[in-house]
Nanobody, 115 residues
């Protein structure tokens, strides 16, 4: 069974940081493109970042320089380091199999940026 389990979300003040994790199982993680996407209340799904099997990374413009995606193929885990968080980053964050954030996703983890 394919599973994606996100964790690491929470409440953080503007300017703060969080590191999200996504533990994957049930498929060949090391050869899979993985991505992060987010969905804010009342809005559609927004792509955040992709990471390819060999480590190439891509980001949405609004996340460049603040977010860093990485992966540990030995642990079947993909990460999203988020720095300089803004209130508009408040959303539920999902990891997904494949690029663009539109593939099979986990349950997500909530990130709330507020003072």
């Amino acid at each position: 069974e394919v599973q994606l389990v996100e964790s690491g979300g929470g409440l953080v003040q503007p300017g703060g940081s969080l590191r999200l994790s996504c533990a994957a199982s049930g498929f060949i993680f090391s050869s899979s493109v993985m991505s992060w996407a987010r969905q804010a209340p009342g809005k559609g799904l927004e792509w955040v970042s992709d990471i390819y099997s060999r480590g190439s990374t891509y980001y949405a413009d609004s996340m460049k320089g603040r977010f860093t995606i990485s992966r540990d193929n030995a642990k079947n885990t993909v990460y999203l380091q988020m720095n300089a968080l803004k209130p508009e980053d408040t959303a539920r964050y999902y990891c997904a199999i494949g690029g663009g954030g539109v593939g099979l996703r986990g349950q997500g983890t909530q990130v709330t940026v507020s003072s």
